[in-house]
């Protein structure tokens, strides 16, 4: 049996991760895109102490048509607007791909064309590109599934907290990480910010629970530092009162009544500080779901890995968690579980 | 669009809640099998304050004959030898069912030979036969889904606790409520305890997991009173030292390695006392999942009203949770979520 080939989009914290927990699945690097690291032998920059013989390159296009890898791994940005040139580009050379991109979880509300050009790409070109990562299971799955346990769902609403210092200097900018309040509010009323992570993720659950949207809601506040903090990803220390994060409160109402409701805090943490997940959902009857102490970095990189026959089964086209088969253990190498049937093209 | 017909087998502590929560969802009562309300009208039974103009009948077969029901919601006995014959009765009249009998929700390991002759029963008379109950999403699909999102499982523990008052007479006598503990030690020997809920569900997780059992292992304790404790549901009072019900330790051992290990306590509770429900996988990463106070009693219930339409749909046999799809959350009446495509007997 044939080893899966993949190709890994983004060398950064992330990737390196993904890196690490490939070979024992049986899933082959055979390319690496990566803008700061380019032309540095792929080894080295992950740092396993022998050459790989891979080249980081920034022309992933050359790279696919030459490594011809199975699936795009994708770990660059958190938003459409990072995402869509590089998801095109998989697409257009025939290469599946999953990202861990936090829009492109469940984009068909903050980025409805772009998703639609996504999908009619993908499907003319017969690959699969999917969102996923940490809220593949832990916010869509295992919520969908606790709610499906309930007689009548009045309002679903989760607190949720995540270090923004582990996901490496792209997320800790983007979650304007050292900036003044004064900075802060500025950026809060301009057009350059991008949506919050909430709503794609409040979004998957009403997909994957038959709710149709009717409204979003969106709040967002700054998290200060008290005394000086450090920030290892950017290299820099953020002085009292200025920004370690920000936190958001997404809310969406549904046709058939329920209310979803998200608060979601990315900041540095404190020392001893841990993720916190905190689910309840409210009717008949209340149902709650704690994932104490769950480590949200390296279960956003292992649901990544753990998605790859999932994403070359699926059909063609553009699809989240919530268009997927929950997430399962493979124990073996993941060749094995690719389905034999050719996929095919629908338009 | 035409209401689902079901019919209640078994009109205890359990499906008077059931027949609480079809209404709404534009499920009809057709019929109801009971031993000790035969003859009585069921709006009376349920204490509904009204008749319903059906009378609760011993004669399964010939209710089934004349109302016709699409399913049957089977909440009488906890293992495969009360409700073997139940479940071959709908079988052979062509009535689809769900039962929450514990055993029943992955027989094939306690109970093989009559899991198989139940499978090729409904296969032959077209209609699926189902296990189902808390356990399904809360211990099968839940747990099944969290060990997707690791790397390396070495071990699953899940530690938890039921009221055994609260599941009528047939649990609670099951449970060895009131009996010394000679008596259970005896019991305990002999050839008349059935399998414990344990097994069943490790193995339904094993199995979602693509996991192969290799062995099983099984302890069992009393649980006893330390001061009189009164028993609703056999209008007993238990004696200091005597049984308040047992806790059960089931072990499965894998050929892929991982072990599986689950500690149930079913007691009489003490004032104040709630259900507890926590899990944890070890492996790479370790992830953990507790449902604070969660109410087992009415998600049984619940569990098994949503499942209708799932069940309806499945292909005929036997099945339990690892072979449906995960619950889902259905805002709107049942009938609709319905397939169009008519079912093929497969054998």
């Known amino acids: 049996m044939k080893p899966i080939r993949a190709a890994l989009v983004g060398v950064g914290a992330m990737n390196r991760i993904v890196a690490g927990l490939l070979p024992e699945k049986g899933v082959e690097i055979v390319g690496a895109v990566g803008r700061s690291k380019a032309g540095q032998d792929l080894g080295e920059v992950l740092e396993l102490g022998h050459r790989l013989g891979i080249s980081v390159t920034t022309d992933a296009g050359a790279m696919y048509a030459s490594a011809r890898p199975d699936i795009a791994l994708v770990a660059t940005s958190s938003f459409m607007t990072g995402q869509y040139a590089v998801l095109a580009d998989c697409a257009r050379h025939g290469v599946n791909a999953i990202t861990i991109g936090e829009e492109l979880l469940h984009p068909w509300h903050t980025a409805p064309e772009r998703t639609r050009e996504l999908d009619a790409l993908a499907r003319r070109h017969g690959v699969t590109l999917a969102g996923g990562g940490f809220q593949d299971f832990f916010l869509v799955h295992q919520l969908a599934g606790m709610l499906g346990t309930m007689n009548r769902l009045d309002r679903l609403s989760g607190q949720q907290t995540f270090n923004v210092d582990d996901y490496g200097a792209e997320v800790a900018r983007d979650q304007q990480v050292g900036a003044g309040v004064a900075d802060f509010a500025r950026w809060r009323q301009s057009d350059e910010r991008p949506p919050g992570f909430g709503l794609p993720i409040l979004a ?8 149709t949207v009717t409204g979003t809601g969106f709040e967002i506040r700054p998290e200060v530092a008290e005394r000086a903090t450090p920030c290892r990803s950017l290299g ?17 109402t549904t046709e058939e009544g329920p209310v979803l409701v998200m608060e979601l805090s990315g900041r540095i943490y404190q020392p001893g500080e841990t993720d916190r997940f905190a689910w309840t959902a409210s009717g008949d009857p209340d149902v709650r779901v704690v994932n104490p102490g769950v480590d949200t970095l390296r279960t956003t990189c292992t649901q990544m890995v753990n998605r790859i ?39």
């Open 204 to 211: 998957a659950i009403a997909a994957a629970s038959d709710l």
């Open 236 to 252: 820099i220390t953020v002085g009292p009162g200025d920004l370690i994060g920000f936190t958001t409160v997404d809310t969406v």
């Open 309 to 347: 026959p999932d994403v070359i089964n699926a059909a063609p086209g553009f699809v989240g968690p919530a268009g997927l088969p929950p997430l399962r253990y493979r124990a073996r190498p993941f060749a094995e579980y690719l389905l034999e049937r050719p996929r095919l093209a629908v338009n």
